[in-house]
């Protein structure tokens, strides 16, 4: 079952060792690492107070020490957290093909040894079966020494000890 997975997901000729290359490529961690923190409660922390300043600077409650600058209905916040938005789905993407890789390699690495496994199976299947084909010819050859002796104990007039 594992191998039919292994074939339906990966095309014919991937190696693991292209598949690790990919997996330590700098985009991948880079990815990996914005996804760790965008999956964070500090994530949710900064976002929160960056949308509470963001707030309350344009609606001119610090107009003497900041003059507002994205008005009602927040227009630029609004972009920005849309680009955010594009570029955090496209990071999550990246990371989950990462994590797709991750897997894939772990799936050939099970199935190389799963094969080895079982070509190692045959192999000692292999030499049990040498063994026992020895222990037969060896059984063979005793039971045709014993009729050779017995053949030739037969043939031998019998000795009495003579008594005197």
């Known amino acids: 079952m594992v191998k039919e ?89 990246v990371a989950q093909n990462r994590q797709e890789l991750v897997a894939t390699y772990r799936e050939l690495e099970e199935d190389k040894e799963q094969q080895e496994e079982e070509k190692e199976h045959e192999e000692l299947e292999e030499d049990v079966e040498d063994i026992q084909k020895d222990l037969d010819d060896i059984k063979n050859a005793i039971l045709l020494i014993s009729q050779k002796v017995t053949s030739v104990e037969k043939l031998q007039p019998s000795k009495t000890p003579k008594t005197i």
């Open 5 to 93: 997975l292994v074939d339906a997901t990966i095309p014919k000729g991937v190696k693991p060792e292209s598949l690790v290359k990919e997996l330590h490529s700098f985009e991948g961690r880079v990815a990996e690492r914005i996804t760790g923190f965008a999956g964070s409660m500090p994530f949710a922390y900064f976002h929160g107070v960056w949308f509470t300043l963001w707030v309350v600077l344009n609606e001119g409650i610090f107009a003497s020490i900041i003059k507002p600058f994205d008005p009602f209905p927040y227009g630029l916040l609004t972009m920005i957290v849309s680009l955010e938005a594009i570029f955090l789905s496209t990071f999550i993407m």
